[in-house]
């Protein structure tokens, strides 16, 4: 039975080379098609480069990456380098790729593969702003009823915001990119920050990845690692949230989360609380549910996965 078809959209970034080395570990699970990049963590060409690099040590040269969007559809960018890192993954040696990404642009790849595969077959997961999916829609919405399910990390209800007060990063990043794929009519689960803060790479769990063999995994607690650094100076002063490989996770296990269904809207104009999630769980006819909101995850199950998934690559 071949795995579930996938893109995974990203802009490595700590978190998004972690949850793309779970998804690399799953073939079984998951059929990734592609790996299509979108500046946001660092520029556009530096999340290129992280996820060929990405790719190298997952030793998955058959995967192609596609260079997406390098700024959000109307505001500046703003990067998070602060959180990953000048290079975006943290202090891993950042070499040159022995392959680089393809020509074509990730935009050109969405359209042409949600039109070429059959209606409702290939998942599409967000780590990243949602520039390269929210262009994708604007340029050809006859691809929207195509794509299968959308699962995104972002937003945030009950845990305010990360990057603003009131805004979680990759909503903030580019607002207007959300704002078009929430009313798009997907079917569409949002990880946010009120569950990726339950998934803390502690330093008990870190030192479990330690204790493991592998290139990969040895990567992985020196990006923890880093964000365990960069978290304590500038975040929430605990351990590093796993933001991004939350959705991976969903993805083959979803009985590790609780989600409900809501009303998601995005501000768009607000300068005080650009990029804001109203997540309303009391849905009617004037706010009828558009996504599924993650409200609760089972953190100790989460890294038991990450284990298991991790110790593939011994
Ligand atoms: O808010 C967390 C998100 O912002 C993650 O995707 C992380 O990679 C950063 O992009
Ligand atoms: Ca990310």
């Known amino acids: 039975m071949p795995g579930l078809p996938l893109i995974l959209d990203c802009d490595p970034g700590v978190d998004d080379a972690v949850a793309l080395l779970l998804a690399l570990a799953a073939p079984e699970a998951l059929d990734l098609l592609a790996i299509t990049t979108v500046a946001g963590n660092v520029g556009g060409d530096l999340t290129a480069r992280n996820a060929c690099l990405i790719r190298e040590l997952a030793g998955r040269p058959d995967i192609p990456v596609f260079a997406g969007q390098d700024r959000p559809l109307v505001r500046p960018p703003v990067a998070a380098d602060h959180f990953h890192g000048a290079s975006g993954l943290g202090d891993l040696p950042a070499g040159v790729p022995t392959q680089g990404p393809e020509i074509r642009p990730a935009v050109d790849y969405l359209i042409s593969v949600l039109r070429d595969r059959p209606p409702g077959e290939v998942t599409i997961a967000v780590t990243g702003p949602m520039t390269n999916l929210a262009e994708a829609i604007r340029r050809a919405p006859d691809v929207v009823p195509r794509i299968r399910q959308v699962v995104a990390m972002g937003g945030a209800r009950r845990e305010g915001g990360n990057i603003t007060a009131s805004a979680e990063y990759n909503i903030h990043a580019d607002p207007h990119a959300a704002d078009i794929v929430v009313r798009a ?130």
């Open 185 to 314: 009519g997907l079917d569409l689960v949002l990880l946010g920050l009120d569950v990726t803060h339950q998934v803390a790479a502690t330093e008990a769990r870190r030192d479990r990845i330690a204790r493991l063999r592998s290139p990969q995994s040895h990567a992985v607690r020196q990006l923890l690692a880093f964000s365990a650094r960069t978290e304590a100076e500038l975040g929430t002063g605990g351990p590093p949230p796993l933001h991004d490989p939350c959705v991976i996770l969903w993805l083959l296990a979803p009985e590790i989360f609780t989600l409900r269904p809501c009303h998601l809207a995005v501000e768009t104009e607000s300068p005080l609380t650009l990029g804001h999630t109203a997540v309303e769980f009391r849905t009617s006819e004037r706010l009828p549910a558009n996504a599924r909101w993650a409200t609760s995850a089972d953190s100790d199950a989460a890294f038991a996965r990450i284990e298991a998934l991790l110790e593939r690559y011994g």
